[in-house]
């Protein structure tokens, strides 16, 4: 069961249903906890949340309402963080208390990947204008350079943890690059695995096959990485080796961050639609890879994936595709529709 200690506010019944349904929705991509109930209360603590085997602590501010936030804490807080506090602190029963981390080197599993677990959760309760919200706010915390001229991101890799933050590069860094980066990289693994016909199936079994061999035991980053390649599709093997070094050694043991140009012109003719497009990579060593997801918006707004297209190094790659005909027309041709990739803007 689920259970909320009473407080009078009418936020309550909104934080316990989020609960309710955030682990619900944790269930279905994840697996079972080996606990028998989770319990919500609030805690004095205003600007943080904590989760325990069995215990949720949301932070009391999250039960006020709009205007009494703004007056106790400004307009500094991101709206979103309200919105996404009790999935974020839920997921923690999956990632921290089910499955621990074995260092400060593998903690961006249980940060990042809470933070990954509430955007399914915003994507599973159909609140997309939050969900891009969310991953805008990310990635500006990534690529924003704070008060000593530093951007998380070039700082050091995820695997560094705690040990990033210093008076030189900043007490934050570990705040804004762990929680934001961590996040990107479950949410690109699971986007390498997404496709038109089945989903997210095979991120689901990847979850459930990492929780089950894992429940109740410290994991490293090699742990979830090989737990990756026992599930990876054979368009995720760059290498053609059966691994994800490419990949962990570019977002996890690395700090690269490429940068997209992309330009699409629409030809209708009798079979359909002739979609020539260039995509150029950049800001990235010659031995970068990345798979660039290709999405389709139609003029009825429905948003569709084309598929991706493979890049190594600083590249132009330029192709002409046919497109089937549609019921309805294509508007634009959109790469990183979703959030897919962590990059620059583009």
């Known amino acids: ?123 599973g309760t159909n609140q997309m204008d939050l969900f891009f919200e969310f991953w805008k706010q990310q990635r500006k915390l990534l690529v924003e350079k704070n008060q000593f001229g530093f951007r998380p991101i070039d700082v050091g890799p995820v695997t560094m943890g705690i040990r990033l933050s210093s008076p030189k590069a900043g007490w934050n860094i570990y705040q804004n690059l762990v929680y934001p980066k961590g996040a990107y990289v479950l949410h690109m693994i699971r986007m390498m695995m997404w496709t038109t016909k089945d989903g997210d199936t095979r991120f689901k079994e990847t979850m459930h096959d990492f929780v089950a061999s894992h429940t109740l035991q410290a994991a490293t980053t090699e742990d979830f990485k090989a737990i990756v390649e026992k599930h990876m599709s054979p368009q995720m093997d760059l290498d053609n080796n059966h691994r994800m070094d490419w990949f962990f050694n570019e977002y996890v043991y690395g700090t690269d961050l490429p940068a997209y140009h992309f330009e699409s012109q629409l030809t209708p003719n009798d079979k359909g639609t002739g979609l020539h497009l260039k995509l150029e990579q950049s800001g990235v060593p010659e031995s970068f890879k990345m798979m660039v997801p290709i999405y389709l918006e139609m003029v009825d707004g429905k948003v569709l994936r084309a598929g991706s297209i493979n890049v190594t190094g600083n590249k132009m790659i330029e192709q002409t595709v046919q497109l089937p005909k549609f019921q309805t027309a294509v508007r634009r041709v959109i790469i990183n529709y979703y959030y897919d990739v962590l990059s620059t803007e583009h």
């Open 1 to 123: 069961h689920r259970d909320l200690h009473s407080f009078p506010t009418r936020r309550s019944s909104d934080l316990l249903s989020q609960g309710e349904v955030a682990s619900q929705i944790y269930t279905n991509y994840f697996g079972p906890l080996p606990f028998s109930h989770i319990t919500l209360t609030q805690q004095s603590a205003c600007n943080y949340g904590q989760s325990w085997p069995m215990l949720v602590y949301l932070p009391i501010c999250g039960f006020f309402d709009d205007t009494q936030r703004h007056f106790l804490l400004g307009s500094d807080w991101f709206d979103t963080y309200w919105k996404v506090v009790t999935p974020h602190e839920v997921a923690h029963q999956w990632w921290g208390q089910t499955v621990g981390f074995r260092s400060y080197r593998d903690q961006w599993m249980s940060e990042g990947f809470a933070n990954e677990s509430a955007t399914i959760y915003l994507q």
